[in-house]
């Protein structure tokens, strides 16, 4: 089974900075597009940012120059450098991909269970 473990997530004053994590473990073969999704209270999921397998980043508006995605293939881990952090970055955190494991012959998506970020103003 695969599994996507998030941390990294805390409190932190508007203008700081955190980098969250995220670890895929299981019989993986390759992992295909990642990403980070973020959810406020009552809101929808939104995404924040993705990386291709091919090395392509896309940002949401809202965090364009203040976030950066990347990834440890070798780890097979992916991360979010947040910084300049405002209170409306305040959501669970989750992370997404696409994974292709040693018994199937295609990817499927899989998610983390979230990592809670509350930036305080």
């Known amino acids: 089974q695969v599994q996507l473990v998030e941390s990294g997530g805390g409190l932190v004053q508007a203008g700081g900075s955190l980098r969250l994590s995220c670890a895929a473990s299981g019989s993986i073969v390759s992992i295909s597009t990642v990403a980070w999704y973020r959810q406020a209270p009552g809101k929808q999921r939104e995404l924040v940012a993705l990386?291709?397998?091919?090395?392509?980043?896309n940002y949401a508006n809202s965090v364009k120059g203040r976030f950066t995605i990347s990834r440890d293939n070798a780890k097979k881990t992916v991360y979010l450098q947040m910084n300049s952090l405002k209170p409306e970055d305040t959501a669970v955190y989750y992370c997404n991909a696409d994974i292709r494991r040693l018994l199937d012959s295609t990817f499927r998506n899989y998610w983390g269970q979230g990592t809670q970020v509350t930036v305080s103003s």
């Open positions: 990386h291709t397998n091919i090395g392509s980043t």
